[in-house]
């Protein structure tokens, strides 16, 4: 059983449009973050969300919205797409969020903005 | 910025060779971690050293802390072809309960 999976493994999308990233984790783990990764390999965090609750949020454009319907799921959508959002977005859970935990990726979404 | 900075950024050895990855951080920390991402996957955990180790071990892999220079090495044993990937350090700074990456070593295990 796959432990954390995100939907679509690949987006191809126009500038301008909207879009969304789903996740889900079947670890019941309390917390769920969004990293971006560029073309040069750099992992950013983006979001974490504790038991559906928004607890990092770092400079991130607001056209992202993150939106947790449960603590096993963490969608994110984009809207207004630019060509500088083209990269790869991982979800990633924890058990209950402490840096010293581990963290458990899905295979990532690459998004490629044209 | 927290992030880690691995060097090199790449790494081509022979099969049976060692690799060693080094990490550099700027703030004080609690822990640190290693992860490691196969092309076109998601990372994943190998090992966490804390503040107060200097050094750890699992399996084929060796991590040590140095927290006066701010740096920690990961070193690969007996290195196979299954190793070929990005390695990934990952920093917590005190207070802060999220990760810092940086961009990765990239080894490559020739067979």
């Known amino acids: 059983d796959t432990a954390v999976s995100q939907t679509p493994k690949y987006l191809v999308t126009q500038m301008g449009n909207d879009k969304s990233i789903k996740c889900e984790q079947n670890?019941?783990?309390?917390?769920m973050y969004w990293y971006k990764q560029d073309s040069k390999k750099f992992l950013k965090i983006m979001f974490s969300?504790?038991?559906?609750?928004?607890?990092i949020n770092e400079t991130v454009p607001n056209r992202f919205s993150p939106k947790s319907p449960d603590k096993a799921h963490l969608n994110l959508h984009i809207n207004s797409l630019e060509l500088g959002d083209s990269a790869v977005y991982f979800c990633?859970?924890?058990?209950?969020?402490?840096?010293?935990?581990?963290?458990?990726f899905g295979p990532g979404t690459r998004l490629l903005v044209l | 910025s927290q992030q880690g900075e691995e060097d090199p950024q790449a790494l081509s050895i022979q099969e049976g060779e060692n690799a060693t990855m080094n990490c550099s951080y700027k703030?004080?920390?609690?822990?640190l971690q290693w992860y490691r991402q196969n092309s076109g996957r998601g990372l994943v955990h190998l090992i966490l050293i804390r503040s107060n180790e200097r050094e750890k071990h699992s399996g084929r892999l060796r991590v040590t802390l140095d927290t006066s220079k701010k740096s920690s090495s990961l070193l690969i044993t007996a290195s196979r072809a299954a190793d070929t990937a990005s390695y990934f350090c990952?920093?917590?700074?005190?207070?802060?309960?999220?990760?810092?990456f940086g961009t990765g070593t990239r080894l490559t295990v020739i067979p």
């Open positions: 703030t004080s920390i609690n822990n």
């Open positions: 990952a920093t917590d700074g005190t207070g802060a309960n999220n990760l810092f």
């Open positions: 670890l019941g783990h309390d917390t």
């Open positions: 990633a859970s924890s058990l209950s969020g402490l840096a010293e935990e581990t963290q458990y």
């Open positions: 969300y504790n038991n559906k609750e928004l607890i």
